[in-house]
């Protein structure tokens, strides 16, 4: 990290607190005078429930400095089109015979709102509107598809640069088809390609010098086996791991803690049933007296279970 951090980013396995680690560093932020934005991108995400608020779609300001925003596939793909529609449509309708519905074909192929999603917060953070981004990520390897696409598609553009370069050359000299692309003042499509690379490279800077990344683990050995290789992979994209949050410690045996651990989760089963009236088939595991490691630890919950398909 050469300078500080514009972005926090949450990092693990589902169901270790990452959203609500996120939050809670959000609110520490703002109380610092950081004008804060937590974020997600988490189809799931429960941001909006943990402020009580419909943070859908647009910011929303919940507390002095602190704005929050659940950012649905559909918002990334309106936001893509209106940001990189119109210059995707150049590209390709300087050497096909395409009409401007392409760029609604090509939002919904697989991986591009992902992909849109890291120049969005990338976007934000260059914006001034905010000093703090906290990026609250899919869960498990969500982060390291984002980056993984990131790379391909860096790759793809240094190639993309000669292969279209050589076809539009061999287009512009067929006089037929350069009759029917016409058009005024056409933009050159290899300088857009160059102009993306560029983005690219800049955003992959803000990623490992701008950007803090967080792993979120519980002490449970299949959490922190998923954050060593959250880890692992993160520092083979040259981003280096500096700060680690283990959630849910016990620090003390109490039997008050233990009671009101206890009636907290009844008193949340009641509402998981009362919300669920239609489901038919319930089946409750008993927690185990340590972390689920090996097959054998699997095997005790198959009577559980099998209920399931019985």
């Given at each position: 990290?050469?300078?500080?951090?514009?972005?926090?980013?949450?990092?693990?396995?589902?169901?270790?607190?990452?959203?609500?680690?996120?939050?809670?560093?959000?609110l520490a932020l703002a109380s610092?005078?950081?004008?804060?934005l937590v974020?997600?991108?988490?189809?799931?995400?429960?941001?909006?429930?943990?402020?009580?608020?419909?943070?859908?779609?647009?910011?929303?300001?919940?507390?002095?400095n602190l704005q929050v925003l659940d950012l649905t596939r559909e918002d990334i793909i309106n936001l893509w089109k209106i940001r990189f529609g119109q210059e995707v449509y150049e590209v390709l309708s300087s050497f096909l015979p395409v009409e401007k519905d392409i760029v609604d074909y090509i939002a919904n192929a697989p991986g591009i709102d992902?992909?849109?999603?890291?120049?969005?917060?990338?976007?934000?953070?260059?914006?001034?509107?905010?000093d703090i981004i906290v990026w609250d990520t899919a869960p498990g390897a969500g982060t390291l598809h984002l980056l993984r696409l990131l790379k391909i598609f860096y790759t793809h553009l240094i190639e993309a640069e000669s292969v279209?370069?050589?076809?539009?050359?061999?287009?512009?000299?067929?006089r037929s088809l350069v009759d029917s692309l016409k058009r005024k003042e056409p933009r050159d499509p290899i300088s857009l390609i160059k102009k993306w690379r560029s983005l690219i490279e800049e955003i992959e800077l803000f990623l490992k010098n701008e950007t803090e990344f967080?792993?979120?683990?519980?002490?449970?050995?299949?959490?922190?086996?998923?954050?060593k290789n959250i880890k692992k992979e993160l520092e083979s994209f040259g981003i280096k791991v500096r700060k680690l949050v283990i959630n849910q410690v016990v620090k003390e045996?109490?039997?008050?803690?233990?009671?009101?651990?206890?009636?907290?989760?009844?008193?949340t089963m009641r509402v998981i049933y009362s919300e669920l009236p239609e489901v038919e088939v319930r089946v409750e595991i008993p927690a185990l007296e340590h972390d689920i490691c090996t097959v054998d630890d699997v095997r005790?919950?198959?009577?559980?279970?099998?209920?399931?398909?019985?």
């Open positions: 990290m050469n300078m500080s951090p514009k972005c926090y980013v949450t990092c693990g396995k589902g169901g270790v607190g990452k959203t609500v680690c996120a939050c809670a560093l959000g610092r005078g950081h004008r804060t974020i997600s991108t988490d189809v799931v995400s429960p941001i909006g429930d943990i402020f009580q608020v419909n943070a859908k779609s647009r910011p929303v300001e919940v507390a002095h992902e992909l849109f999603a890291i120049y969005y917060i990338y976007d934000l953070a260059r914006s001034g509107k905010y279209y370069g050589k076809l539009l050359n061999f287009l512009m000299k067929a967080i792993l979120i683990t519980t002490p449970e050995k299949l959490s922190i086996t998923i954050c045996l109490s039997e008050e803690i233990i009671r009101r651990k206890y009636e907290s989760m009844l008193k005790r919950l198959v009577p559980y279970v099998s209920r399931l398909v019985d």
